[in-house]
């Protein structure tokens, strides 16, 4: 029998020929992540292993965007924390405020995350990298302590589920965004428990890399270990010209066993809009029409990438944010930010009447930069819509695409792109 | 012997320990943030030995390993679940935090019971209500990685042997 494109990662980097699912493997790493919130936990832990230096500098990412640009003392010092130890160990991969992006859109754009890399992060969101054929996964700070000194990591080989979406037409506005909420719900916030989403059919083939890196990046939010897309020509388009060092391609074979396959006709799938206080709360889009909002939050490691932006300004064009709303816009990273500039973009958004922010996680996990008030309601592209996830335990996000978003800023409710778009 | 907190299922990181005190992770300052968008009293009232008792998929969401951390900090003898989200799993493995996977602990377990575990072989009693309950065994290596006292010790001891 075959292997996933998963179980043949995760062999080749075990040194195997063949893994199957539940099997334990120690397997090397190409990469190890970490941000200004676990980084410093794991350099604590890394201190503590009696070793100089990491295994590799230049298979180190450490990445501050969460409570960067600094928000206070505390932040700082943890900033801080990551910086000297970026210095004292010569890491390759580290990023200052006014270079730095958000580690998920800024990764897989500037080329450190590869097709057939296995990479493991101090980030839940790891799972992103999955859309360019690499197998990551999302561990704590003292995993990541390890793999900074080791290099290697202990895996238990995961089931992998297969998703097909047939068929390339899509309703209008629907987005990879629209695809994983709508797994979500179908599968529920576990129902992805310790397995891998493969995501495949022409519906996916059809995607850019941008929804691509959304499908994958939401793959926690179903419990999994990993999200990834066998790479095709888009892929090769993507990373061709951001690639500095060599990568390898590998698909899942004809006869590869997975736990489960779910197959969906892709022209079936609604807008979808995730209900407070779990992902899997997903429902139409229609019957979450007229809820009203307090804020509105476009970007984040999901939806900060530039589609998302071009969307947003294509419906913001010519119009203005509603009175009684804050629309907050987060571009992903500076480069995505610098052309989203060039293109007339932020002018647009600027002149709708949102409030444009330099990268950075801020708000999407309650952290900085637009939080919410006791009772108070966002509608949000971003992945999480816990309890307290933005702000006061007793405030609300809905979870939904760019242009749900956009246009939900604009009517001050939450609405269908058409209500706001002729012809849309 | 201690009190059983009970939570209900996907209980994830965020409430276990809320971003907005993430600017800081020394354990004492999460432990006092613990539960608070659950239970805004827990972090108060929580003894020494304390368990937390929670339903499927605890600690889901975010890999903030501050979550089994302030959970640790706080005195929690063992949190017992009927299963746990992935990456939190790990991290209590890892930092020796136990946990244990018993739904018919979960489902004889009310909050405020008298409640032990015996983390060598398993066993959870519930004082309270005179029953027994046998936790699921770790598969063997990561029984390997809580008798070595977690993934730092264990990283260590067997660099010794290479």
Redesign the interface.
């Known amino acids: 029998m075959g292997m996933t494109i998963s179980e043949k990662i995760l062999a080749a980097h075990a040194g195997l020929d063949k893994v199957r699912p539940g099997e334990i493997i120690n397997a090397k790493l190409d990469l190890v992540l970490a941000n200004d919130v676990t980084g410093p936990v794991a350099i604590k832990e890394f201190s503590k292993l009696g070793i100089d230096r990491v295994y590799d500098q230049e298979k180190i990412a450490l990445v501050p965007d969460h409570f960067t640009p600094n928000k206070d003392i505390a932040s700082a010092e943890q900033s801080k924390i990551l910086r000297d130890f970026v210095k004292k160990q010569q890491i390759k991969h580290f990023w200052e405020t006014g270079r730095v992006g958000i580690e998920h859109c800024l990764l897989p754009e500037q080329g450190v995350v590869l097709p057939g890399d296995l990479i493991i992060g101090a980030d839940s969101h790891t799972c992103t990298y999955g859309a360019v054929g690499a197998f990551a996964t999302g561990v704590g700070s003292t995993d990541c302590a390890a793999g900074m000194a080791t290099g290697e990591a202990w895996f238990r080989v995961p089931e992998s589920l297969k998703f097909v979406f047939n068929g390339t037409k899509f309703q209008p506005w629907v987005s990879g965004k629209d695809l994983i909420l709508y797994l979500i719900g179908k599968i529920g916030v576990d129902g992805a428990r310790y397995k891998v989403m493969e995501f495949t059919g022409q519906g996916i083939r059809s995607l850019s890399m941008d929804n691509r890196l959304t499908m994958c990046n939401m793959a926690i939010e179903a419990g999994a270990k990993a999200g990834i897309i066998e790479p095709d020509e888009i892929t090769l388009r993507y990373v061709k010209e951001r690639a500095k060092r060599e990568y390898k391609l590998y698909k899942s074979d004809l006869d590869a066993s997975y736990e489960n396959i779910f197959e969906f006709n892709s022209e079936d799938i609604p807008l979808q809009v995730a209900f407070p206080h779990l992902p899997e709360n997903t429902k139409p889009v229609d019957e979450a029409s007229g809820i009203k909002i307090d804020q509105v939050v476009i970007g984040s490691c999901t939806n900060g990438r530039l589609e998302d932006l071009e969307i947003t300004a294509n419906i913001l064009k010519g119009k203005k944010i509603h009175p009684e709303i804050r629309c907050l816009i987060f571009p992903g990273t500076q480069d995505i930010y610098l052309e989203a500039l060039r293109k007339g973009w932020i002018e647009t958004m600027i002149e709708a009447g949102a409030a444009v922010s330099t990268p950075t996680c801020g708000p999407c996990l309650g952290g900085h930069m637009g939080i919410l008030a006791k009772g108070e309601r966002a509608l949000s592209t971003t992945n999480r819509n816990f309890v307290g996830r933005m702000g006061h335990p007793q405030s609300e996000v809905y979870l939904c695409n760019p242009a749900v978003a956009a246009a939900s800023a604009i009517k001050g409710e939450i609405v269908h792109p058409k209500e706001v778009v002729k012809n849309g | 012997m201690g009190k059983a907190w009970k939570f209900g299922h996907?209980i994830?990181t965020?409430?276990i320990i809320?971003?907005?005190y993430?600017?800081?992770?020394e354990p004492e300052h999460l432990a006092a943030h613990c539960m608070?968008?659950?239970d805004a009293s827990f972090a108060q009232n929580v003894q020494k030995g304390d368990i937390i008792v929670g339903g499927?998929?605890f600690g889901?969401?975010?890999?903030?390993?501050?979550a089994?951390?302030a959970i640790k900090a706080a005195g929690i003898k063992a949190v017992i679940a009927e299963?746990y989200?992935?990456?939190f799993f790990?991290?209590a493995l890892?930092?020796g935090m136990p946990i244990l996977e018993c739904p018919e602990a979960v489902e004889g377990i009310e909050s405020g019971d008298q409640v032990d575990v015996n983390l060598i072989n398993g066993t959870i009693e519930n004082f309270t209500k005179g029953t027994t309950f046998k936790a699921k065994p770790f598969?063997a290596?990561m029984q390997e990685l809580i008798k070595a006292g977690?993934?730092?010790p264990y990283?260590?001891e067997n660099?010794k042997d290479a």
């Not at chain 2, 993430?22 to 992770?25: A, F, K, M």
């Open positions: 996907d994830d965020d409430v809320p971003a907005r993430l600017n800081r992770s608070e968008d659950a499927k998929n889901c969401g975010s890999s903030r390993e501050h089994p951390l299963n989200g992935r990456i790990r991290n890892n930092i598969p290596f977690g993934l730092i990283v260590k660099k």
